[in-house]
């Protein structure tokens, strides 16, 4: 019995929706950091500390750019770890479904990660003009809570693909 509830993509358009998500949102890191870099004044906020209040401020440099490249890192480090650790099977006759679902798990999580960076690049680059007071820790928190609520989502629904 067929149901009469289509999804509205296939699986592979969404999964490759997702996958152009990450890499836009990894362009768009790198457009926005390079973009802001030459309108930075000359004392710039470095780094934003999680833990305490006050950000260590330093000459205008070109170590702007290590929350781009330290996000560009992990992106690639994510993608690599996920080939090899999450797209390996155990059940061989639900193979494609299983391989569909940890892939746009891969690539969602990934979107919220590029996130992450991107809201501590543009805290930065507030605080550097004096606009900004730092994290905004809502949507700091916010990010890293649909990060953690993907694990129980996912995991029940990959136990459903099982079931069959």
């Avoid at 509205?8 to 457009?31: E, H, I, Q, R, Y």
């Avoid at 802001?36 to 209040?53: D, F, I, K, N």
């Avoid at 059940?91 to 996130?115: S, T």
Wanted: glycine share 4%.
């Amino acid at each position: 019995m067929k149901s009469a509830l289509k999804p509205s993509l296939p699986k592979k358009k969404v999964l490759l929706w997702l996958f152009l998500a990450d890499w836009l949102l990894l362009g768009v890191s790198w457009v926005m950091s390079v973009y802001a870099y030459s309108r930075l004044p000359q004392e710039t906020a470095l780094w934003l500390s999680l833990w305490r209040g006050e950000a260590v401020w330093t000459e205008k440099s070109l170590v702007f750019f290590l929350y781009p490249l330290a996000q560009t890192f992990f992106f690639f480090l994510f993608l690599f770890a996920a080939r090899f650790i999450f797209f390996r099977e155990s059940r061989p006759d639900k193979k494609a479904h299983l391989l569909d679902l940890k892939k746009e798990v891969i690539y969602l999580a990934l979107i919220f990660i590029n996130l992450i960076f991107i809201h501590f690049q543009t805290s930065l680059i507030l605080l550097s003009h004096r606009i900004g007071k730092g994290i905004n820790w809502f949507y700091f928190c916010m990010l890293i809570g649909v990060i953690l609520m993907l694990i129980p989502y996912y995991y029940t629904r990959g136990k459903m693909l099982l079931k069959g």
